[in-house]
């Protein structure tokens, strides 16, 4: 896509369209970086963003097993107890 540089105060800036955010998951902030020979640009996500559909997707799947037990075999709980 090519577009003109525009005015912004005493700034400069560009539009990028609203499709091309979307497909980049953008929604607030974004990380900007210069290249040898151009700008990288890529959405600053929320930590753990995207984790919940993760784990529904692993959960379909039945990829969400334990890869060891939650209680050892010979763990004593009764320490653990009143």
């Given at each position: 896509m090519e577009t003109n540089i525009i005015k912004i105060g005493n700034?400069?800036?560009?539009?990028i369209p609203a499709s091309y955010l979307r497909k980049l998951g953008a929604k607030e902030r974004i990380d900007i970086q210069i290249l040898d020979d151009g700008v990288f640009i890529k959405p600053i996500r929320k930590a753990r963003d995207g984790w919940e559909a993760a784990a529904k997707k692993a959960h379909q799947h039945k990829d969400d097993e334990l890869l060891i037990p939650d209680v050892f075999e010979d763990e004593n709980m009764e320490e653990w107890t009143w």
């Open positions: 700034s400069r800036g560009v539009i």
